[in-house]
């Protein structure tokens, strides 16, 4: 068995699912930017984001 058959997959963070989905989505709207520029704003509207946990009461 190969070491990468053994370790686990680990479950994605919300963070990860977030930026997942949303970086794809702001790539449709802002085709100009960089996929530096995409990830940075995405992650930078993580901070209000629903999915966020810490945002979430």
């Known amino acids: 068995m190969e070491n990468s058959e053994l370790k686990k997959k ?9 930026m997942k989905n949303n970086v794809p989505k702001l790539k449709a709207i ?8 995409i990830f ?12 966020n946990p810490k945002n979430q009461k």
């Open 10 to 18: 680990k479950e994605k963070t919300p963070y990860q699912e977030y």
């Open 30 to 37: 802002h085709q100009n930017l960089s996929h530096k520029e």
């Open 40 to 51: 940075r704003l995405s992650a930078l509207n993580w901070k209000d984001a629903i999915e």
